[in-house]
T-cell receptor
Framework: AQTVTQSQPEMSVQEAETVTLSCTYDTSESDYYLFWYKQPPSRQMILVIR??????QNATENRFSVNFQKAAKSFSLKISDSQLGDAAMYFC???????????FGAGTRLTVKP | ETGVTQTPRHLVMGMTNKKSLKCEQHLGHNAMYWYKQSAKKPLELMFV???????ENNSVPSRFSPECPNSSHLFLHLHTLQPEDSALYLC?????????????FGSGTRLTVV
């Protein structure tokens, strides 16, 4: 079974600073996808960034970047220049190509201090 | 309407009631999902409908009954629920063959069983 572990239930960061959220996963597959989702108080899960396992280059999306370590099965999210609007729950997720299911971690609640 | 829409946004029901949650997607996706989100726990996949085929999680109690009349609509019928079923129920959709795109989520139904 594939499991996703987020070891940090809560994190806080000062506005404009950088924060890294951790995620590890367990799989025997070699081809899969990894995602970070953000869930603000509006409750809708929003895709932040994705990584394909066969790509060695770390994905980046503006202020968001990942550190993907395939051998270590680690997929951390770095948020640079943190903004108040970044405050939310962040979920790491793993997905195989087949079948259709995505596995999530328990989430990390990020607080941004002004 | 765009994306994934869930109704109602909030629901309070007694243990002897029967109610239904509704999900509608306007993205042309061909797979839909129900997830249960409880505090401090990973999202739990409940049901999947993919290319009109139902994939069921065997650990879901029979008091939860899904229905997918077409690729755009998904229902979750509830009856004789327990207080521990109180949670946020999230619907998501995706496109089979585009696994790297992740899922699109609705804003969820906050269910309280009294």
């Amino acid at each position: 079974a594939q499991t996703v572990t987020q070891s940090q239930p809560e994190m806080s960061v000062q506005e404009a600073e950088t924060v890294t959220l951790s995620c590890t996963y367990d799989t025997s597959e070699s081809d899969y996808y990894l995602f970070w989702y953000k869930q603000p108080p509006s409750r809708q899960m929003i895709l932040v960034i994705r990584q394909e396992a066969y790509k060695q280059q770390n994905a980046t999306e503006n202020r968001f970047s990942v550190n993907f370590q395939k051998a270590a099965k680690s997929f951390s999210l770095k948020i640079s220049d943190s903004q108040l609007g970044d405050a939310a729950m962040y979920f790491c997720a793993y997905r195989r190509r087949i079948p259709n299911d995505m596995r999530f971690g328990a989430g990390t609640r990020l607080t941004v201090k002004p | 309407e765009t994306g994934v829409t869930q109704t109602p946004r909030h629901l309070v029901m007694g243990m002897t009631n029967k109610k239904s949650l509704k999900c509608e997607q306007h993205l042309g996706h061909n797979a839909m999902y129900w997830y249960k989100q409880s505090a401090k726990k990973p999202l739990e996949l409940m049901f999947v409908y993919s290319l009109e085929e139902r994939v069921e999680n065997n650990s879901v109690p029979s008091r939860f009954s899904p229905e997918c009349p077409n690729s755009s609509h998904l229902f979750l019928h509830l009856h004789t629920l327990q207080p521990e079923d109180s949670a946020l129920y999230l619907c998501a959709s995706s496109q089979v063959g585009a696994e790297g795109a992740g899922y699109t989520f609705g804003s969820g139904t906050r269910l309280t069983v009294v």
